[in-house]
């Protein structure tokens, strides 16, 4: 009976992490580490994602025993793949800037990610300020979006689309890392290339396939047409449910106008 329970908990359980839509149709990395810059004009700031990055990119690279990111920090580049504040949230991603606090977005050439960019939503002050240790817990969070993970259904996941207030790697988030790092390397070793890929006339840069679903958001960017007439899509907010509430009294402090 115990046996059953446990079997029947674990079948729950496992599995229950996704990947990204473009990452499952055969999209994938060229090579590891992905060199990432960490990008802010404001020393102290670039001090705080310094710190709250390099933990995070520590745990996944710990969990899966694989260096995945070489990190640099910098106070004037901000190109390439890239993680970066915006104080124009809304404007930026099209998301809004209530209910998301960041934004990952992955582009691609051909059968490969090109690139990814992860705007922090700067409008929020609660994740300016890291408070309950929510922009660490982000941060954590949109890495795994960069490898092809996407939210887990499992609730103690890191990559569940809500804030739970997980600060570490769940036992499904680290299956996750390790099935999509396996797939991609396994990719990378035989040279595939995704039919999607195969169809396309030219190689220049096209709009992320996919991107990840998003609950309580306003559906405004998301899957539609960007600035770039859909060269450009929006990815993966990440979406916290006490945050809402929170939200509801704290607009003018979050806003001044
Ligand atoms: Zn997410």
Known sequence: MVRLAFLFLFSLN???YTFTDDFSNGIYWRSFPINTTVYDGNEQNLAQLETL?????????GAVGREIWSLNFSGNTSSGNLIRWSNNFAEETGFNPQTTLAVTTRYRVGTFFDRFVIILNGENAALRFNSGNILAQTILHELGHVIGLDHSEYSNAVMFASVQGVDALSFDDVDGANAAIDVNLDRVSTGFV???ARA????AAKAPLACGTISFIDQGGKGGPGPNGGLFS?????IFAFFLRRNRFNIGNNYPS
């Open 234 to 238: 929006l990815a993966i907010g990440f």
């Open 200 to 203: 396309e006339e030219s190689s």
């Open 14 to 16: 496992s599995f229950a």
């Open 53 to 61: 990055v390099g933990e995070a990119a520590s745990q996944w690279e």
């Open 194 to 196: 995704s039919e999607i």
